[in-house]
């Protein structure tokens, strides 16, 4: 189920969060002996496109659009090393014109702690033209299904 508490901007999530665990290997991890942060950059570009390929998402948008991110915002809370087992969980948090908004948790198994707090502002463009183009209802619907 998605998550009930307002975001940031005061948006009630759109859809329902999608979630995986992962073992952290050993090669994110950085000379500080812990997970590197670039490592949590990918992981949200890597859930973001397996919950939207898992609802259907990129048959409705068709080849003549994409998605392209505008910012990350991520907030560190605790470190994460090799061989811990972490959920991550993503979810849309709104849809605006030509733009969305999903956040992430990282979260440690082993004692529930959020180690990491993320959120990305997709922009929907025309591949063709480059441009920023209004979101689909069709597209909009698939993130509520």
Same mark, same amino acid.
């Given at each position: 189920?998605?998550?009930? /508490?307002?975001?940031?901007?005061?948006?009630?999530? +759109?859809?329902?969060?999608? $979630?995986?665990? +992962? &073992?952290?290997?050993? /090669?994110? +991890?950085?000379? #500080?002996?812990?997970? #590197? #942060?670039? !490592?949590?950059?990918?992981?949200?570009?890597?859930? !973001?496109?397996?919950? =939207?390929?898992?609802? *259907?998402?990129?048959?409705?948008?068709?080849?003549?659009? /994409?998605?392209? %991110?505008?910012?990350?915002?991520?907030? =560190?809370?605790?470190? !994460?090393?090799?061989?811990?087992?972490?959920?991550?969980? /993503?979810?849309?948090? $709104?849809?605006?014109?030509?733009?969305?908004?999903?956040?992430?948790?990282?979260?440690?198994?082993?004692? *529930?702690?959020?180690? %990491?707090?993320?959120?990305?502002?997709?922009?929907?463009?025309? %591949?063709?033209? *480059?441009?920023?183009? !209004? &979101?689909?209802?069709?597209?909009?619907?698939?993130?509520?299904?």
């Amino acid at each position: 189920m998605g998550s009930s /508490t307002r975001g940031t901007l005061g948006y009630m999530p +759109i859809s329902s969060t999608f $979630s995986k665990t +992962i &073992i952290i290997p050993k /090669t994110v +991890i950085d000379e #500080n002996g812990h997970v #590197n #942060n670039v !490592a949590y950059v990918q992981w949200m570009q890597d859930i !973001a496109v397996e919950h =939207y390929s898992s609802i *259907g998402g990129i048959e409705v948008q068709g080849p003549d659009s /994409t998605w392209v %991110v505008r910012e990350h915002r991520i907030e =560190y809370f605790l470190p !994460a090393f090799a061989g811990e087992e972490i959920e991550i969980k /993503t979810w849309v948090e $709104s849809i605006r014109r030509v733009r969305s908004l999903r956040k992430y948790e990282f979260i440690r198994k082993t004692d *529930g702690k959020v180690l %990491v707090k993320g959120e990305t502002d997709w922009v929907f463009l025309d %591949v063709k033209t *480059g441009s920023p183009r !209004a &979101i689909p209802h069709e597209v909009e619907v698939v993130f509520q299904a």
